[in-house]
């Protein structure tokens, strides 16, 4: 059994080390680092002054090499991670200037250049994929275009004034409209909080603690596109968690619940649902005792 210690590490000094922009390293970490820089994709990924920076964390000490005796069978066809348009499209977001951008559509159609705006670079973990969120300035339009329908992207310089105009008109546009909700961790697994904070490392989040009722809350932030993603990762944790703010996802759940009671045969006027507190209870026949879900 992991010491309670470990749980009190992991989330709060890491925390407060995130918090002050201080990081530690392990001598795993540097053999991992050390491993990644040697790959050939890192002179792609990464400037020449970053990789030299970043080598520096690797000469103090020898490592362990953790790719030795490592082989990977039967593994998945490795995709490119790093796209040639990803450097020249950080160059722009850095220096805060305009772009000019031609696109071609899924047919293979090449469209006409477009003046506008880089806001966000983001990868898709599902589809593996690179996506650029941008400002049309002609059509003042936000856009989400994939890397690889992007034929060419050239810089356009612009007038500092100008450039917070468009941040802030783009901002607006492109900023999705914010959901909110509190889950509540059950108190007999208080102890794998780490676990739990894990599974939603991806969302904004603040984490309270009841200190005379012993009972961790945390309070989540997420888009409407991600909803259906929370909903996952509360079905992972099963009965560690319980949504007690959120409308939208108790009655996601309640009916998760009577689905799954539904195929193992239990009648619909058995289950009781409670619609205060989100918790479905159906009594088991020949079983005896009851069914939480």
Request: hydrophobic share 35%.
């Given at each position: 059994?992991?010491?309670?210690?470990?749980k009190?590490?992991?989330?709060?000094?890491?925390?407060?080390?995130?918090?002050?922009?201080?990081?530690?390293?392990?001598?795993?970490e540097?053999?991992?680092?050390?491993?990644?820089?040697?790959?050939p994709?890192?002179?792609?990924?990464?400037e020449?002054?970053?990789?030299?920076?970043?080598?520096?964390?690797?000469?103090?000490?020898?490592?362990?090499?953790?790719?030795?005796?490592?082989?990977?069978?039967?593994?998945?066809?490795?995709?490119?991670?790093?796209h040639?348009?990803?450097?020249?499209?950080?160059?722009?977001?850095?220096?805060?200037?305009?772009?000019t951008?031609?696109?071609?559509?899924?047919?293979?159609?090449?469209?006409?250049?477009?003046?506008?705006?880089?806001?966000?670079?983001?990868?898709?973990?599902?589809?593996?994929?690179?996506?650029?969120?941008?400002?049309?300035?002609a059509t003042?339009?936000?856009?989400?275009?994939?890397?690889?329908?992007?034929?060419?992207?050239?810089?356009?310089?612009m007038?500092?004034?100008?450039?917070?105009?468009?941040?802030?008109?783009?901002a607006?546009?492109?900023?999705?409209?914010?959901?909110?909700?509190?889950?509540?961790?059950?108190?007999?697994?208080?102890?794998e909080?780490?676990?739990?904070?894990?599974?939603f490392?991806?969302?904004?989040?603040?984490v309270e603690?009841?200190?005379s009722?012993?009972?961790?809350?945390?309070?989540?932030?997420?888009?409407?596109?991600?909803?259906?993603?929370?909903?996952?990762?509360?079905?992972?944790?099963?009965?560690?968690v319980?949504?007690?703010?959120?409308?939208?996802?108790?009655?996601?759940?309640?009916?998760t619940?009577r689905?799954?009671?539904?195929?193992?045969?239990i009648?619909k006027?058995?289950?009781q649902v409670?619609e205060?507190?989100?918790k479905?209870?159906?009594?088991?026949?020949?079983?005896?005792?009851?069914l939480?879900?």
């Amino acid at each position: 059994m992991t010491h309670p210690f470990e749980k009190i590490f992991s989330y709060q000094l890491s925390s407060r080390l995130e918090e002050t922009g201080v990081y530690t390293l392990t001598s795993q970490e540097r053999s991992w680092l050390k491993s990644m820089l040697e790959h050939p994709a890192a002179s792609e990924a990464l400037e020449e002054r970053t990789i030299a920076k970043l080598q520096e964390c690797t000469l103090d000490d020898e490592m362990p090499d953790l790719l030795d005796g490592l082989e990977e069978k039967a593994g998945n066809a490795e995709t490119q991670t790093v796209h040639p348009l990803l450097a020249p499209i950080r160059r722009i977001l850095r220096n805060r200037q305009g772009m000019t951008i031609q696109c071609m559509t899924k047919k293979g159609k090449i469209n006409p250049s477009q003046p506008g705006l880089p806001c966000k670079l983001e990868y898709s973990m599902v589809k593996r994929e690179w996506y650029l969120l941008w400002y049309n300035s002609a059509t003042r339009s936000p856009m989400n275009t994939r890397l690889c329908h992007i034929v060419s992207v050239e810089e356009t310089r612009m007038s500092r004034g100008r450039y917070e105009e468009m941040s802030a008109r783009a901002a607006g546009l492109l900023e999705a409209p914010r959901h909110e909700a509190s889950v509540e961790v059950i108190k007999m697994f208080n102890g794998e909080l780490t676990r739990i904070l894990h599974a939603f490392s991806c969302f904004d989040k603040r984490v309270e603690f009841d200190e005379s009722d012993q009972i961790y809350r945390i309070h989540l932030s997420f888009t409407g596109s991600e909803s259906q993603y929370v909903l996952t990762k509360l079905r992972f944790l099963g009965k560690r968690v319980r949504v007690i703010e959120g409308d939208y996802l108790k009655w996601r759940m309640r009916e998760t619940a009577r689905k799954a009671l539904a195929l193992y045969g239990i009648e619909k006027d058995s289950a009781q649902v409670d619609e205060t507190d989100g918790k479905t209870q159906a009594s088991l026949p020949a079983a005896g005792g009851n069914l939480s879900v």
